[in-house]
T-cell receptor, first 113, second 113 residues
Framework: QKEVEQDPGPLSVPEGAIVSLNCTYS??????FMWYRQYSRKGPELLMY????GNKEDGRFTAQVDKSSKYISLFIRDSQPSDSATYLC?????????????FGAGTRLAVHP | DGGITQSPKYLFRKEGQNVTLSCEQN?????MYWYRQDPGQGLRLIYY???????QKGDIAEGYSVSREKKESFPLTVTSAQKNPTAFYLC????????????FGSGTRLTVV
């Protein structure tokens, strides 16, 4: 079983839709949760990060963490064609020296006009 | 502008050849990383370096080698021992090994011909 599972998609939605991207993880030691966005033929860029359970909002993006069910989500409101990219979730244990990031496989999102 | 530069963008390797992928950063980050990205598998850690003159194997180090002689530079050599080297290679850095916010380069696409 992979430590982080993510549906690869592709997910195709019309412009303006609400998008829900999800990951599950298996290790309760994971405490930090991140979402990276990767455009085609580019490197990933950090979109959001969160530590605690609950919601964190940044503009049209909301990151949600439910540690009891080991489930993390990224919601995109009013999706735009420029949101078309691959979204990777990532997680790692609490700090204490080097702890590698564990990445999901990424979900490819296409927002069509 | 601070960032990570990977070169070349595309690289073709003949069977039995060693090739070196360049990664340079001007962010003054201590930690640097090499990842391999294959479709459906997410990012897999090849090597990482927490500080100059020190580096550690990641999850898939076999067939690869690195050096970290300068803070700014972390080249990756793909040796002939790597049986399936065709992939997208990503270099990343973080301000320190404990950081969860990685800055990625734009990647190098390596193809064996």
């Amino acid at each position: 079983q992979k430590e982080v599972e993510q549906d690869p998609g592709p997910l195709s939605v019309p412009e303006g839709a609400i998008v829900s991207l999800n990951c599950t993880y298996s290790n309760s030691a994971f405490q930090y949760f991140m979402w990276y966005r990767q455009y085609s033929r580019k490197g990933p860029e950090l979109l959001m990060y969160t530590y605690s359970s609950g919601n964190k909002e940044d503009g049209r993006f909301t990151a949600q963490v439910d540690k009891s069910s080991k489930y993390i989500s990224l919601f995109i409101r009013d999706s735009q064609p420029s949101d078309s990219a691959t979204y990777l979730c990532a997680t790692r244990p609490l700090s204490g020296g080097y702890n590698k990031l564990i990445f999901g496989a990424g979900t490819r999102l296409a927002v069509h006009p | 502008d601070g960032g990570i530069t990977q070169s070349p963008k595309y690289l073709f390797r003949k069977e039995g050849q060693n090739v070196t992928l360049s990664c340079e950063q001007n962010l003054n980050h201590d930690a640097m990383y090499w990842y391999r990205q294959d479709p459906g598998q997410g990012l897999r850690l090849i090597y990482y370096s927490q500080i100059v003159n020190d580096f550690q194997k990641g999850d898939i180090a076999e067939g690869y080698s690195v050096s970290r002689e300068k803070k700014e530079s972390f080249p990756l050599t793909v040796t002939s021992a790597q049986k399936n080297p065709t992939a997208f290679y990503l270099c990343a850095s973080s301000i320190d090994p404990d950081s969860y916010g990685y800055t990625f380069g734009s990647g190098t696409r390596l193809t064996v011909v």
